[in-house]
């Protein structure tokens, strides 16, 4: 029997043309909301479906470090959202010029508006002192948890729920009014529900402040080069 030419052969696995253009979907329509929330409840098998799609996510050593820190109560949004807001007039201050007009116009207000705000966080702890493939790199746990938040949020995105990513705040703010552990890792605070719209491209390109850069401009070969 004559063999089969390698370029013939199936990956294994391999998604059918529908389910490789269902997957590209969500990752080029992913976008980070930050106001456009309602405030519609996220019910509980949908949001279980986009939490076990994060919980599947890879991790070095199979450590699993991630906890989801599910933020419902009025109260405590509306103390997260005052973590924010201080810390957000303290970033408005670094910039300048049009940079400082455009920051202070952007609508951050997801933390209030979504139903829904999870905290992710990474336990170091969750396998011991010594983890294969963390043996080298320390902060292998933590990269494995932002594998856990695209999950998420691509998930999200799948099921029609918008996501916003907070990273202004100060940790001790945020760990106090969640009870977050010192030795636990506060990766991000996330604000998810339906939306009423999603921009076409990210906000951010939309509204002037950077443009997508090119990935022509970013694949090296063989080794790093420097970018003009």
């Known amino acids: 029997m004559q063999d089969t030419p390698n370029d013939s052969l199936v990956s294994a696995g391999a998604f059918s043309e529908q389910e490789r253009a269902a997957v590209y979907r969500a990752i080029m329509t992913r976008r980070d909301v930050r106001d456009e929330f309602l405030p519609d409840p996220i019910d509980d098998d949908t949001l279980w479906r986009i939490l076990t799609a994060a919980h ?27 973590a924010f807001s201080k810390a957000n007039d303290e970033a408005a201050s670094l910039f300048e010029g049009e940079k400082a007009t455009l920051y202070r116009n952007l609508k951050l207000e997801g933390i209030l508006k979504a139903p829904l705000g999870i905290c992710v966080t990474c336990d170091p702890d969750r396998a011991g002192p010594v983890v294969l493939g ?95």
């Open 56 to 82: 599947h996510a890879p991790s070095v050593g199979f450590m699993q470090p991630w906890n989801f820190i599910l933020v419902r109560d009025a109260a405590r949004r509306q103390a997260v959202w005052q």
């Open 134 to 228: 963390r043996t080298h790199n320390p902060r292998m746990d933590s990269y494995s948890t932002v594998c856990a938040i695209q999950n998420l949020w691509l998930a999200a995105r799948a099921e029609g729920i918008g996501m916003g990513w907070v990273s202004i705040f100060h940790d001790a703010d945020l760990r106090a009014i969640l009870n977050i552990p010192d030795r636990v890792e506060i990766v991000g605070y996330l604000c998810l529900g339906k939306v009423t719209e999603l921009y076409d491209e990210p906000e951010l390109q939309v509204k002037g402040w950077r443009k997508r850069l090119a990935l022509e401009d970013l694949v090296f070969e063989e080794g790093w080069r420097e970018t003009v």
